[in-house]
């Protein structure tokens, strides 16, 4: 029977197969080499793999198509005809080396993210000379070039091989067998394609059929993920949910109820006879889980644990969206990062906005960071709301040794920046600076000594210790240690040039990095997903604020407004941020920007509950963050659910709003 099989089809189904076998080590890849299912339910690891099976034989289906369509069309002629043969080889050659690269692209996306390649990557395209280092500095770039071309060579004889097999001469068929053969053929393959016995197709959705994140990451394809994650970009203001959840939003901030008005005029009627120094210091992929003060085991940053008891801490802050461009935004702006595929710095039309750090009148206003300010656009979002601003920027710096992508290292930024506030100090110009670090970031470019401070050696750890701190590597357990010391080290610069105590420093990470699993966690939060928000914020100013630990919710946007009030500089708040030490900020919430289920989404924290509502589907849930279940109980607390549901949707559309009402005024 099978010899009977006309070698076209066999040519087309050997294809396949081959093509799915292909797919299908990559996700055994993934599985070893990137997953941490330990603690996951055996059932679901087995359901996530077949039910990524059928995905992958979805996506080798539909790469060969195209020339399935065509094989099918010229039959035998496909094998007599030279141009036939020369667009079999250049299609699948093409259509390996894509494959491969969307593989490897989203390997290192996981790493990084703990999320699978989706519409949102092309982000980085927007820096792609950026990008294209931290690859190059982070992973084996060049001899992964050499085993691209290895990779081609061996596709490009498999391509021949596989065309001369099926090259022989067989007996003709009918017109009638042969059109059997067409429609058996294209419904087979159409059906693999469509994948389900039910009404409805195989669809991405699928795959997060469980509470536990990791597993439905490894469920999805990456390749057919990416191109179905288009269908959730942003969208402009509706003026019409806006306005019925204004109300909502402007009782939550205090807002006046009769108009829109977003405007808070905030005035000090003693202010400081010499006015403080503000300091903004972001700490670059530094969330709570890393840190020991916050109860990682591996003691990774005593210093800043020292600081952070002799300080105004936040235990409940959390960024808007997991990145740096985005936090970078919303920390200057005042408003979250809510775009769906690139990040709001890189939309020209919203980064001129009315913010607060240009309003502190009669200060040196400077912007420090080790590379180039023109990465995600974050030029733009500064020079064209700060004005009078000075950038300190790779090029601007008295002594330049260039650590890696990033530019110079936190300690020699920090080192710069010093000398530049020392100088303003001595001339008695009081400064507004903010400071952006990098070093702990791929590819984490540690010295061997710096002063006091020397790199933990694989000789003296162990992977097992490592994963007891949830770290993926070495580099990254290195990388917030050295921070930890370039952190105390900048605070004993300052005593020493004397602008210490007349400053306030303000602290906060911009998301943490990808961990492993965090097994030392007391809650669910790593679960739910939003513990890469859930970042350190902590302001040292021991002349200006007693040290003790708040615990109310906050958020990114509340950092500009709480420092700035310390310093009791007259200031306009036109946005969403506020003023968390004002006594009548007691009903706080932090709205987050994430992914469920796949789907882009927003959330909202608040009063021990955790809300999360799909931007396109409207699909919502309810969960407690102090139990460590990861059970829905919407349906359990309906009035809960319906004030949740109506706060996040004011945060969201009044973001949606603010975003194109909130320009500065024209002279």
């Known amino acids: 029977m099978f010899q009977k099989i006309p070698n076209y089809i066999k040519y087309i189904f050997t294809n396949v197969f081959v093509l799915f076998i292909f797919i299908v080590l990559f996700r055994l890849l993934f599985y070893f080499y990137f997953l941490d299912l330990d603690s996951s339910s055996n059932l679901e690891v087995k359901k996530a ?32 005809k030279k141009i036939f043969k020369k667009i079999a080889n250049v299609y699948l050659v093409l259509s390996y080396l894509v494959l491969i690269l969307f593989y490897l692209f989203d390997f290192g996306y996981y790493e990084y993210l703990g999320i699978r390649l989706d519409a949102s990557s092309l982000r980085f395209l927007s820096n792609l000379k950026i990008s294209t280092q ?17 990779f081609y060579f061996i596709i490009f004889r498999f391509s021949k091989y596989c065309y001369q097999i099926f090259n022989k001469t067989q007996q003709e068929i009918t017109k009638k067998i042969k059109a059997i053969y067409f429609i058996v053929t294209f419904l087979l393959l159409s059906f693999g394609v469509y994948n389900s016995f039910t009404h409805y197709p195989l669809r991405w959705s699928e795959a997060f059929f469980s509470k536990n994140n990791t597993i439905n990451q490894f469920g999805l394809n990456p390749v057919l993920y990416f191109f179905d994650s288009f269908a959730f970009r942003s969208e402009g203001v509706n003026m019409e949910e806006f306005k019925t959840y204004y ?48 109860g990682n085991p591996l003691n990774s940053t005593p210093k800043m644990d020292s600081i952070i008891k002799k300080s105004l801490s936040f235990s409940k802050f959390y960024v808007h969206k997991p990145g740096t461009a985005g936090s970078v935004f919303a920390s200057i702006t005042g408003l979250p990062d809510i775009e769906d595929v690139k990040t709001a710095s890189r939309n020209p039309l ?14 040196e206003k400077l912007y420090f960071l080790g590379g180039s300010a023109n990465w995600a656009n974050i030029r733009g979002v500064f020079q064209s709301n700060i004005k009078d601003l000075k950038i300190y920027e790779e090029g601007s710096f008295e002594e330049e040794n260039r650590a890696d992508v990033w530019g110079i290292d936190d300690y020699d930024l920090f080192k710069e920046s010093d000398k530049v506030l020392k100088k303003l100090h001595e001339k008695e110009k009081p400064f507004v600076a903010y400071i952006q670090t990098a070093t702990n970031h791929m590819p984490f470019t540690v010295p061997d000594k710096k002063e006091s401070f020397t790199p933990i050696f ?41 602008y210490y105590d007349n400053t306030i420093f303000v602290f906060f990470g911009d998301h943490r990095g990808g961990m492993k699993k965090l097994n030392f966690l007391e809650n669910n939060e790593d679960d739910l997903g939003i513990q890469v928000h859930h970042v350190p914020f902590f302001i040292h100013a021991p002349k200006y604020v007693e040290s003790k630990i708040v615990d109310k919710y906050a958020k990114l946007i509340d950092i500009f407004p709480t420092a700035t009030s310390i310093a009791k500089v007259n200031y306009s708040n036109y946005t969403l941020g506020r003023d968390l030490l004002d006594s009548t900020s007691i009903n706080t919430a932090a709205f987050v920007y994430i992914q469920n289920k796949g789907e882009k989404a927003v959330g909202l924290i608040k009063d021990g509950y955790y809300y999360e509502k ?46 194109f009402n909130n320009k500065k005024e024209k002279n």
């Open 49 to 80: 793999f077949f039910l990524g099976i059928r995905f992958d034989l979805k996506l080798a289906i539909l790469t060969f198509f195209p020339l399935a369509i065509l094989v099918l069309i010229t039959n035998y002629r496909f094998f007599k």
């Open 134 to 150: 931290v690859l190059v500095e982070s992973y084996p770039v060049y001899k992964g070039l050499i085993g691209l071309l290895i």
């Open 247 to 294: 109300p909502v939003i402007a009782k939550h901030l205090n807002l006046p109820l009769d108009t829109i008005n977003f405007a808070k005029k905030i005035t000090f009627d003693n202010p400081y006879q010499v006015k403080p120094n503000v300091v903004y210091v972001m700490l670059e992929s530094t969330g709570t889980a890393p840190m020991s003060f916050y």
């Open 350 to 363: 919203i980064i001129d906005q009315r913010i607060i750090f240009d309003q502190y009148d009669g200060y």
């Open 458 to 498: 694989e000789d003296e750890i162990d992977e097992e210790t490592l994963l007891k701190g949830g770290f993926r590597s070495l580099g990254q357990l290195n990388g917030i240690r050295y921070l930890d010391f370039n952190v105390a080290r900048f605070l004993k610069r300052a005593k020493e040039a004397g």
């Open 614 to 659: 799909t931007n396109t589907s409207k699909k919502s849930n309810l969960f407690s963050l102090e139990s460590r279940k990861i059970k829905d109980i919407k349906l359990d607390k309906p009035i809960i659910t319906s004030q949740m549901d109506s706060l996040l949707s004011g945060y969201y559309h009044s973001t949606k709003y603010l975003y």
